[in-house]
């Protein structure tokens, strides 16, 4: 029975949306709630660490690493947010959003299974690059600029994949519960993918081989790459053999950590995308192994970020100086401040004491001021050409200036 017929026949019907919170799903929903809020704290931490890095001068690590490891962080948490919608679902028992909506999920939910991979892949691609090919090659391979072209290039390939993702997404209405004497039914709303059976075979077949298989033998060969490289060239080189030894070992455990998470976290998935035609996926202890199956590949989303940036010494170096640098300039402006502040409030007393605030204070001070300002005035309007004597012997004015001047004064004193 498809959705008009069963809204036809429930329409005049009491609806109660969704099934109560209890039993396992809460404790589905609440591992997942776990996991979102560590996965916004991880990817928070280290776009905050990576992102300063970037258009930093001086750094050794190379940009195009830089802005990968940025573009994943940006990536993982866009899924996280994704993720809040499948937790929503969960707490209330049905989908409590548009179509829309309900594609934009999905949506996301695909390109980060597709775009972890290879994000993953190109920083093991570059590692090999930097280290093993010619300096020009590796020159082009640490620039920030050839890292946008390879991630705008990815993106777009993976949007071309992901094409029925946009045509086969759609939310489902289930009545389930009828009631025919009360007139009761529940309804349960689900946002789902669900293609026709042939296009989803070849869907999830190309997407398991581009997102999952070449990611996987391109991060090994890579990585793996590197210390027979590196080996070869201590045969040919006065470089230490315990550096290289050092080197060897750093690479080696990055390359079987990442490759244990990524098989662990996403080939369950991939298994249970193609098993769920053969295994009876409605029963319910497949729904709640099919719930964490879900949740692995949002597992790996917080370890890739944190791997790369805590097993980079280049990274926390660079963190760590531009993180001292900000605390002296810091220091810095709030001495200068202090300093400041300090020379106002012990210069404030002295001001105080200065005898202009004192005459202004005084009323004798005041009038014997007012006073003086008026023998100037009468002074001045007596003398107004004093400042054209000459002082010259010759002339009759210089001989007799000084006492000209006392009579005047003399005559001011006394009017």
């Known amino acids: 029975m498809n959705d008009e017929a069963s809204t036809a026949i429930y329409s005049d019907w009491t609806h109660h949306g969704g099934v109560p919170f209890q039993g396992l799903r809460k404790y589905i929903a609440f591992t997942y709630i776990g996991f979102n809020i560590v996965g916004f704290i991880v990817n928070i931490w280290v776009f905050y660490v990576v992102a300063p890095l970037i258009f930093a001068p001086a750094v050794k690590v190379p940009k ?8 994943l962080c940006v990536g993982d948490l866009m899924t996280m947010i994704a993720m809040l919608l499948l937790v929503m679902e969960l707490f209330f028992g049905t989908w409590q959003f548009s179509s829309v909506v309900c ?5 996301f939910d695909s390109m980060n299974k597709f775009i972890a991979p290879m994000i993953v892949f190109l920083i093991s691609r570059t590692c090999y690059a930097t280290i093993c090919l010619n300096k020009t090659k590796a020159e082009r391979a640490a620039s920030l600029k050839y890292a946008v072209v390879q991630l705008a290039v990815a993106l777009g390939f993976v949007l071309v994949l992901v094409w029925p993702v946009f045509a086969y997404s759609q939310v489902f209405t289930f009545y389930i519960n009828p009631n025919s004497t009360t007139k009761e039914v529940t309804i349960i709303r689900k946002c789902g993918f669900f293609p026709p059976q042939q296009i989803e075979f070849w869907f999830n077949l190309i997407a398991c081989i581009t997102s999952y298989a070449v990611p996987l033998i391109g991060i ?3 990585y793996l790459s590197v210390p027979f490289f590196l080996k070869r060239r201590a045969l040919t080189t006065l470089v230490s053999s315990n550096s290289i030894d050092n080197a060897m070992r750093k ?9 244990a998470i990524y098989v662990l976290c996403w080939s369950p998935y ?7 035609d053969i295994l009876p996926v409605a029963q319910k202890y ?3 192994i099919s719930y964490f199956i879900h949740l692995l590949p949002y597992v790996s989303c917080l370890a890739y970020p944190v791997i790369f940036t805590l097993m980079n010494r280049g990274i926390r170096t660079a963190h760590a100086k531009i993180v001292a640098d900000q605390r002296r300039r810091f220091r810095s402006l709030t001495d200068d401040a202090t300093v400041h502040v300090r020379s106002v409030i012990r210069g404030f007393p002295q001001r105080l004491r200065q005898p202009n605030s004192n005459i202004q204070n005084d009323p004798k001070s005041t009038s014997s001021d007012s006073a003086t300002r008026c023998v100037e005035l009468v002074y001045r309007e007596k003398v107004p050409d004093t400042k054209t004597y000459s002082t010259d012997e010759n002339s009759g004015y210089g001989a007799n200036s000084n006492e000209t001047t006392r009579e005047i004064e003399n005559e001011t004193l006394l009017s």
Not at 64 to 71: K, P, V, W
Not at 251 to 259: M, N, Y
Request: hydrophobic share 70%; charged share 0%.
């Open 64 to 71: 195009s690493i830089l802005f990968f490891i940025m573009a």
């Open 103 to 107: 594609t934009s999920y999905l949506v």
């Open 220 to 222: 090994i060969y890579s």
């Open 251 to 259: 690479v080696i455990t990055t390359v079987l950590l990442l490759t």
């Open 270 to 276: 991939w298994v249970s995308m193609f098993a769920h």
């Open 286 to 288: 497949m729904v709640i």
